[in-house]
């Protein structure tokens, strides 16, 4: 059976998980996140990083004993043994994938019909497409493509900390402002703490790494601590460009925040950088979703011919188009901010079971080989993990009702799923 190539160095995973971070979310959130806490959204923006920071080392632990595509779910199955748990785990993790692709297309639709005037639905069936083909291609040429695409988002957010340092130095804000008072710095804490999500995707491409062990760490450690550097450098320059009130109400802020000091050009240049951010994010979407559907069913979690490798290609092709064909379908939901509410709450359970995992494997087996150890534990219990399981669960705090009955509904899917393949292979047996 034909297996994945590995391409993939420190560098292009690094950039991969950089781009997954970076993505589209910073140039719209940092507007609601303001409107919370205020001045005061960069304090929202550290301690976002932080909560991302341990749940980031216990991927990285576990990527470094088991360095597989799918990886939540091999982490799990692995740990203990247990292929049902393993199986949801996995398939909230593929929920994501899609959901956020399909979702964040729309935005690029939105983006383009707005320069263009192509119809939004049109665009983003288009896009997935095209990313699709991309993906088949080849992981060296999505991987080009996507350090590419990463430094052109990259380079938007950069212009946007020289305006605010540079040509706002002598701009006079009080960075502790907090009109919500801290209830506003923690309501701002969950918007902001999802502009993070995108480092677990790193592990998914195990496979085409090259010493994944090794590579693996350090690429998710670098990019959430650049992301998180430039996260808080752009929301400390956007509120000394606009004031927080200017921000809330914006619905293209940093946008906004370059029109402001360099006119309606600088706008303009801001919009067709987003357009490169929600490309890139799709396209990493759309890779990571076909590496986790492939591994899930080289464990034979799912059919079968979801783990077939193109003979030239060496990518995961049924996978590929089964997953953008996915994608382009939820795309006709149009407005799915009720959707990509439900998909937080799956990254959250998914969050929080690595954590668990990660503490289950200290315990369990404390002699495995890592090549990359969480720091801090207390008689052999790690504390970074447990405090991993803790802050993403108050985002959940924020979730309404319905979002979380309908994610519990997604996991009630994969329950279904799961016992009638499993009956559909015993009948085979």
Do not use: C
């Not at 997954?20 to 979310?25: E, F, P, R, T």
Request: hydrophobic share 60%; proline share 3%; net charge positive.
């Amino acid at each position: 059976m034909a297996e994945l190539r590995r391409h993939l160095g420190l560098f292009q995973t690094t950039m991969y998980g950089i781009g997954l971070i970076l993505g589209a979310g910073i140039y719209a959130l940092i507007g609601d996140a303001a409107g919370q806490a205020g001045s005061s959204v960069w304090i929202s923006f550290v301690l976002a990083a932080v909560a991302a920071v341990f749940t980031g080392l216990s991927y990285a632990e576990l990527s470094s004993i088991y360095p597989k595509a799918a990886a939540e779910y091999s982490f799990v199955k692995r740990a203990f043994g247990n292929n049902f748990v393993a199986f949801i785990v996995g398939w909230l993790t593929l929920f994501v994938a899609i959901i956020s692709a399909s979702a964040i297309a729309i935005g690029f639709g939105g983006y383009f019909s707005d320069m263009f005037g192509v119809p939004i639905l049109l665009s983003a069936i288009l896009l997935i497409a095209v990313l699709s083909f991309v993906n088949f291609f080849g992981i060296r040429e999505s991987s080009s493509m996507n350090v590419i695409f990463t430094m052109i988002e990259a380079a938007g957010l950069a212009l946007i900390v020289w305006i605010g340092f540079a040509l706002f130095g002598d701009a006079t804000v009080d960075y502790f402002e907090m009109p919500h008072g801290f209830s506003g710095v923690f309501s701002a804490f969950t918007i902001v703490f999802f502009a993070y999500i995108g480092f677990e995707n790193i592990a998914n491409i195990a496979e085409e790494v090259r010493n994944p062990k090794k590579v693996l760490p350090r690429a998710i450690i670098l990019a959430i601590s650049i992301t998180a550097i430039v996260y808080v450098l752009v929301s400390v320059s956007a509120t000394r460009v606009l004031s927080w009130q200017e921000l809330d109400a914006s619905i293209a802020p940093l946008a906004d925040v370059a029109e402001r000091a360099l006119g309606p050009q600088a706008h303009m240049i801001l919009s067709f950088i987003a357009l490169f951010a929600t490309t890139n994010t799709v396209l990493i979407m759309l890779i990571s979703g076909s590496r986790i559907m492939y591994g899930i069913a080289t464990e034979k979690a799912l059919p079968p011919i979801f783990g077939r490798v193109h003979l030239k290609r060496k990518t995961p092709w049924v996978a590929t188009i089964t997953v953008g064909a996915l994608a382009v379908v939820f795309a006709f939901a149009g407005n799915i901010a009720t959707i990509v509410n439900i998909s937080v709450f799956a990254i959250i359970m998914v969050f929080v079971m690595v954590n668990f995992t990660l503490i289950w494997m200290r315990l369990k087996y404390p002699d495995a080989e890592r090549a990359f150890k969480v720091p801090l534990s207390v008689r052999g219990f790690p504390i970074l993990p447990a405090l991993g399981i803790i802050t993403p669960i108050i985002g959940i705090a924020h979730l309404d009702w319905y979002v979380i009955s309908m994610g519990l509904g997604v996991v009630a899917a994969g329950m279904v799923f799961y016992f009638a393949y499993s009956k559909v292979l015993q009948r085979k047996l």
